[in-house]
């Protein structure tokens, strides 16, 4: 079964509004990695949250986790038409070396 | 610096035939996962190698092998194909297993059974 689940699963945006998406997982982590996928390709890492951080920011992104609910939230301001793609967040969990999680995704449109 | 590549990009198999997949690691990068993902799913975890053994598997039968080569690269085997093996199957790459660090992808190669 999935660790992680992605909320919404969809997500339809007009371009320069913000996009916020949440992630759900089951067991303790070492950290917590988002990634974006355009119409099935590779994945592109977009950031990266250790266990011990609340909160990160890289350019347009904003990365919470919440250890105690288990759950992260990635925000991304002032959306392009270029974000519209699947966001996924990818759990390692605690012990397992580098093995990661995934959910199963958030669809995002941004309509120009 | 290179990222993480895979060949091929497309490949089509008929049931019950044999199919390999290759990777090359990042530069600098040790570490080797594979994993599948299904139309509309998020990835899973298939197995990962590192100093040329296999360390790790997820829930995937031994119709899926695979190898790692001294210079990192990897190759992921599937026996006896079903066509539920249809699916993008990505390689990813990370410097050491047991750091907490990124993991990078390749592109991935889409294999379609007929």
């Known amino acids: 079964s999935q660790q992680g689940e992605e909320d919404p699963q969809a997500l339809s945006i007009q371009e320069g509004e913000n996009a916020t998406m949440n992630c759900s997982y089951k067991?303790?982590?070492?950290?917590l990695q988002w990634y974006r996928q355009n119409s099935g390709r590779g994945l592109v890492h977009l950031i990266l949250?250790?266990?011990?951080?609340r909160e990160k920011h890289s350019g347009r992104l904003r990365v919470t986790l919440d250890t105690s609910k288990k759950s992260s939230s990635l925000l991304i301001t002032a959306s392009r038409a270029a974000d519209t793609a699947s966001y996924f967040c990818?759990?390692?969990?605690?012990?397992?070396?580098?093995?990661?999680?995934f959910g199963t995704g958030t669809s995002l449109t941004v309509i120009p | 610096d290179a990222g993480v590549t895979q060949s091929p990009t497309h490949l089509i198999k008929t049931r019950g035939q044999q199919v390999t997949l290759r990777c090359s690691p990042k530069?600098?990068?040790?570490?080797v996962s594979w994993y599948q993902q299904a139309l509309g799913q998020g990835p899973q975890f298939i197995f990962q190698?590192?100093?040329?053994?296999?360390?790790q598997r997820g829930n995937f039968p031994d119709r899926f092998s695979g190898h790692q080569f001294p210079n990192y690269s990897s190759e992921l085997n599937v026996n006896a194909l079903l066509l539920g093996d249809s699916a993008l199957y990505l390689c990813?790459?990370?410097?050491?297993?047991?750091?907490?660090?990124?993991?990078?992808f390749g592109p991935g190669t889409r294999l379609t059974v007929l």
């Open positions: 990818a759990t390692d969990i605690l012990n397992t070396g580098n093995q990661f999680y």
């Open positions: 949250i250790r266990s011990n951080e």
């Open positions: 067991t303790s982590i070492n950290n």
């Open positions: 530069s600098g990068h040790d570490t």
């Open positions: 990813a790459s990370t410097r050491d297993f047991r750091r907490t660090d990124t993991q990078y």
């Open positions: 190698y590192y100093e040329e053994e296999e360390r």
